[in-house]
C-alpha cells in the first residue's frame, strides 16, 4: 500500500486520483480548502505559506507520492492575507514551499515522485518586476500563464537544489480537460468556456491514466515535462538554472 497525497484533490483530475487510488487500496490525503476534514481529508488554503509548512507535520511520515492540482482561477486580482497576488501565490509559492516541507517525507519512499499538474510547455517567462501583478490592469490569463512558467522553472530548480534526492520532479500539462472550467466565468464567457469545452475538453476518466502511469512508475530523470501523456519540453528558456534559481530565492525571500 502506498500513500499519495492530492493537493486538489476534492475536485476536478485530482479528485479523480484521489478515487482512483482509493479504490486502489492505497492509503491517500486529499487536500482542499474547502474540503470537510476527516481522516483521510485536510482542509488547508494553501495560499498562506505556514498552513503549508504546517502540513509536514499533518502528514505520514512517509509520502510515496506527491501530486500537485490545486489551483484556482482568479478573474479579478485578489490578494492572500500577506498581501501576495493569489494565483502567484497558490499556483507557484504554495508549491514551491510545499516540495521542501514534504521532501524528507518522500525520501523516505522506495520510488517516491512528485507531480505537478500544470501549463508545462505553455507559459510566459516571469516579470521580474512584478511578480505580484501590480502593474497595470490585472490579466487573469497573463498571470495564469506567468504561473505555469513559474512551475516549469521549478521543476528545473528541484534537481539543481537537491543534487542527491531520489524524489522524481514530473510536470504535467492535461490539455484541456473538462472540469467545470467555466465555474470561474459569468456572462458570455461562461457560455463560451462551456462550448468549448463540450467540442474539446477530455472527460476526467479519460486524462488520468497516463497521469497514473507516471505515478506508478516515475521516469528515471529527475526532471521530465509531458502533455497529455506525450514527453514535452519545458516553455523556451525555462530550463535555465540561473532563472529557475532567481525564481526559488524570490519565493524564499517572499515568504522567509
Ligand atoms: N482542467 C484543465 O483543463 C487544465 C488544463 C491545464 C492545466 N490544468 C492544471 O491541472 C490542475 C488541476 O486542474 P483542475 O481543472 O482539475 O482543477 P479544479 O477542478 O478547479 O480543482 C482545483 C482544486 O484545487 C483546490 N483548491 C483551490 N484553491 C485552493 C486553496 N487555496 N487551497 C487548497 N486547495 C485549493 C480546490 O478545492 P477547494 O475548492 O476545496 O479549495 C479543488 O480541489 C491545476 O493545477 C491546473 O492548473 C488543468
Redesign the pocket.
Given at each position: 500500500m502506498r500513500t499519495i497525497v492530492v493537493?486538489?484533490?476534492?475536485?476536478?483530475?485530482?479528485?479523480g486520483l484521489v478515487e482512483h487510488y482509493r479504490a486502489r487500496g492505497d492509503r491517500v490525503i486529499a487536500?482542499?480548502?474547502?474540503?470537510v476534514p476527516g481522516d483521510d481529508t485536510i482542509r488547508?488554503?494553501?495560499?498562506e505559506a505556514e498552513t503549508v509548512r504546517g502540513l509536514a507535520g499533518a502528514l505520514p511520515e512517509r509520502i510515496d507520492a506527491l501530486v500537485?492540482?490545486?489551483?484556482?482561477y482568479s478573474p479579478v486580482r485578489a490578494e492572500t492575507a500577506a498581501g501576495l497576488e493569489y494565483t502567484f501565490a497558490?499556483?507557484v509559492l504554495s508549491r514551491f514551499l510545499l516540495v521542501e516541507a514534504l521532501l524528507p517525507a518522500l525520501e523516505r519512499a522506495p520510488s517516491p515522485v512528485i507531480l505537478s499538474?500544470?501549463?508545462s510547455g505553455a507559459g510566459r517567462p516571469p516579470r521580474w518586476d512584478d511578480l505580484q501583478s501590480r502593474r497595470g490592469r490585472f490579466r487573469a490569463l497573463d498571470t495564469t500563464l506567468r504561473g505555469a512558467y513559474a512551475n516549469d522553472l521549478l521543476g528545473t530548480a528541484f534537481p539543481i537544489e537537491h543534487p542527491s534526492a531520489r524524489t522524481r520532479y514530473v510536470l504535467y500539462?492535461?490539455?484541456?480537460?473538462d472540469?467545470?472550467?467555466s465555474r470561474a466565468f459569468d456572462g458570455p464567457t461562461k457560455v463560451l468556456v462551456d462550448v468549448a469545452s463540450r467540442l474539446f475538453?477530455t472527460p476526467v476518466p479519460r486524462a488520468l491514466p497516463p497521469i497514473v502511469r507516471l505515478i506508478d512508475a516515475p521516469p528515471d530523470a529527475p526532471v521530465t515535462a509531458f502533455r497529455a501523456g506525450r514527453p514535452t519540453r519545458v516553455a523556451r528558456g525555462a530550463d535555465d538554472p540561473a532563472s529557475a534559481l532567481r525564481l526559488t530565492a524570490a519565493l524564499r525571500a517572499l515568504a522567509p
Amino acid at each position: 500500500m502506498r500513500t499519495i497525497v492530492v493537493t486538489g484533490g476534492t475536485h476536478g483530475i485530482g479528485q479523480g486520483l484521489v478515487e482512483h487510488y482509493r479504490a486502489r487500496g492505497d492509503r491517500v490525503i486529499a487536500i482542499g480548502s474547502t474540503a470537510v476534514p476527516g481522516d483521510d481529508t485536510i482542509r488547508a488554503d494553501l495560499t498562506e505559506a505556514e498552513t503549508v509548512r504546517g502540513l509536514a507535520g499533518a502528514l505520514p511520515e512517509r509520502i510515496d507520492a506527491l501530486v500537485m492540482s490545486a489551483f484556482r482561477y482568479s478573474p479579478v486580482r485578489a490578494e492572500t492575507a500577506a498581501g501576495l497576488e493569489y494565483t502567484f501565490a497558490l499556483y507557484v509559492l504554495s508549491r514551491f514551499l510545499l516540495v521542501e516541507a514534504l521532501l524528507p517525507a518522500l525520501e523516505r519512499a522506495p520510488s517516491p515522485v512528485i507531480l505537478s499538474l500544470c501549463g508545462s510547455g505553455a507559459g510566459r517567462p516571469p516579470r521580474w518586476d512584478d511578480l505580484q501583478s501590480r502593474r497595470g490592469r490585472f490579466r487573469a490569463l497573463d498571470t495564469t500563464l506567468r504561473g505555469a512558467y513559474a512551475n516549469d522553472l521549478l521543476g528545473t530548480a528541484f534537481p539543481i537544489e537537491h543534487p542527491s534526492a531520489r524524489t522524481r520532479y514530473v510536470l504535467y500539462n492535461p490539455t484541456m480537460v473538462d472540469t467545470g472550467l467555466s465555474r470561474a466565468f459569468d456572462g458570455p464567457t461562461k457560455v463560451l468556456v462551456d462550448v468549448a469545452s463540450r467540442l474539446f475538453a477530455t472527460p476526467v476518466p479519460r486524462a488520468l491514466p497516463p497521469i497514473v502511469r507516471l505515478i506508478d512508475a516515475p521516469p528515471d530523470a529527475p526532471v521530465t515535462a509531458f502533455r497529455a501523456g506525450r514527453p514535452t519540453r519545458v516553455a523556451r528558456g525555462a530550463d535555465d538554472p540561473a532563472s529557475a534559481l532567481r525564481l526559488t530565492a524570490a519565493l524564499r525571500a517572499l515568504a522567509p
